[in-house]
């Protein structure tokens, strides 16, 4: 299973960036999506979590309200709508997949077996 991520890039705060991740698996229905960043000189952190048919969410409190998730089984991609971008949002933004999470564990990198390459955001104050 491969995962790419897109979308980043270097905006100014308040600016909105849409990240995507595709997956070459044909069973992405499967799959329990999930985004984490990664700032500098910072541990991955979970950002937000989708669950097999998107009908539920679990975001990280930094970034409820400002940033969606959503997918589109059909294309197999998972996107990130961030709004609303501050400086702190600034890190790589990886993509995880894993077909076997139960609710309880989306948020624990440790537990997706599937990773993208990670594709770099950057605001600007």
């Known amino acids: 299973v491969q995962l790419q991520a897109s979308g980043g890039g270097l905006v100014r705060a308040g600016d909105s960036l849409r990240l995507s991740c595709t997956v070459s698996?044909?069973?992405?229905?499967?799959?329990?999506m999930a985004w984490f960043r990664q700032a500098p000189g910072e541990e991955r952190e979970f950002v937000v979590a989708?669950?097999?048919?998107?009908?539920?969410?679990y975001y990280a409190d930094s970034v409820k309200g400002r940033f969606t998730i959503s997918r589109d089984n059909a294309k197999n991609t998972m996107y990130l709508q961030m709004n609303n971008l501050k400086p702190e949002d600034t890190a790589v933004y990886y993509c995880?997949?894993?077909?076997?999470?139960?609710?309880?564990?989306?948020?624990?990198?440790?537990?997706?077996?599937?990773w993208g390459q990670g594709t770099l955001v950057t605001v600007s104050s």
């Open positions: 995880a997949a894993d077909s076997r999470l139960i609710v309880s564990s989306v948020r624990f990198e440790s537990e997706y077996d599937y």
């Open positions: 698996q044909r069973t992405f229905s499967r799959f329990i």
């Open positions: 989708i669950n097999f048919s998107g009908g539920s969410t």
